[in-house]
């Protein structure tokens, strides 16, 4: 694996990573975090069927050109079949924790503490949201208005117990089904009326939709309404939520995976696709933009992870999508 070092993108070693099945990587997530403590950013990075949770520390300025960066071991999860990890802050302490999401629904539901030691080494505390129950998908935020984070995962959610996310199992509550959902499934209030509503995209066929969450039962139990996004890509597997217009308001982005599942996925073979959708939100209705298009297999597609930043300082944000079609950048011209 290698990185690519602005503003001239010179090709810098990083790691090696092992195939996996016929056309995978043993790689579906990576996390900037200055790990050690010192000043620079290392790469925490998650693997499909592997129990080892490693991260690569940054040799610094000077060393780049010199070979692979030092492989520390984080944690052993016990777990494999991950379909994506995540780097979540979800105690609001201002650290973030590390958590898998799993396509194996009898998995364990666990999130990671990292511990930094006084040498700069890290490690990882294991906490148990519940010993079975994880899926495809995920995402964080405060579904009942409590203040709390929350897990969402695409068998419903998990809520945050009143007494912290590390004192206990966590409720379930079986309020949805969410076929493959995307990873992230992005959990905001989207309609202004002061409950969180979820978007997410089906990751392995067609369909991008929002949940809105509506009054609540007396008891509590919330109510949810589907709407449907859009229906015309499949393979929405990852999902960003950023301003790429410059109009103060953020977008939705998302586009076609390209090859999931070794082109055995619904629409494994339609042409390749990355977008943006406007919310209305007078109107209750989405725009649609096109960014790239392509045909299979030739041009950009989202892969498991979508980043947004101004890469060039010309104060637009740009789009980087790695996956089976290559790794590409989408410069924001601003037209």
Same mark, same amino acid.
């Given at each position: 694996?290698?990185?690519? !070092? ?268 990355? !977008? ?60």
């Amino acid at each position: 694996e290698f990185w690519y !070092q602005a503003p001239d993108f010179k090709q810098r070693p990083l790691r090696k990573i092992l195939p996996f099945g016929a056309d995978y990587m043993q790689n579906n997530s990576e996390h900037l975090y200055d790990m050690d403590g010192d000043g620079d950013l290392d790469v925490l990075s998650g693997a499909f069927t592997l129990k080892n949770v490693d991260w690569f520390e940054n040799p610094g300025e000077g060393n780049y050109a010199k070979g692979l960066w030092s492989v520390h071991q984080l944690v052993d999860t016990g777990t494999g079949y991950n379909e994506a990890t995540f780097l979540h802050d979800i105690d609001g302490d201002g650290t973030p924790e590390f958590i898998e999401n799993s396509w194996n629904p009898k998995n364990p539901m666990q999130i990671f503490r990292l511990v930094r030691a006084e040498d700069g080494s890290v490690s990882a505390s294991k906490h148990v949201v519940s010993k079975s129950g994880n899926g495809h998908g995920m995402g964080f935020g405060d579904l009942n208005g409590d203040g709390r984070r929350d897990i969402v995962f695409q068998s419903g959610w998990y809520e945050q117990p009143s007494s912290g996310p590390f004192s206990g199992t966590w409720e379930y509550h079986h309020d949805f089904d969410l076929p493959h959902a995307s990873c992230p499934i992005l959990i905001l209030d989207l309609n202004k009326d002061g409950r969180n509503d979820l978007i997410w995209s089906d990751g392995h066929s067609y369909g991008l939709y929002w949940q809105e969450q509506l009054t609540p039962q007396a008891d509590g139990t919330i109510i949810w309404r589907q709407h449907l996004i859009d229906k015309s890509f499949s393979q929405g597997h990852s999902l960003a939520w950023d301003d790429v217009d410059n109009d103060g308001h953020n977008e939705l982005i998302t586009g076609k995976r390209y090859y999931a599942h070794s082109g055995n996925d619904a629409g494994a073979h339609d042409d390749m696709t990355i !977008q943006y959708y406007k919310w209305v939100t007078e109107t209750g209705t989405w725009t649609k933009h096109i960014i790239s298009t392509a045909p299979a297999g030739e041009g950009p597609g989202i892969g498991l992870q979508i980043r947004v930043h101004d890469l060039d300082g010309d104060g637009l944000k740009d789009i980087v999508v790695p996956g089976k079609s290559g790794t590409h950048i989408l410069w924001n011209e601003g037209k």
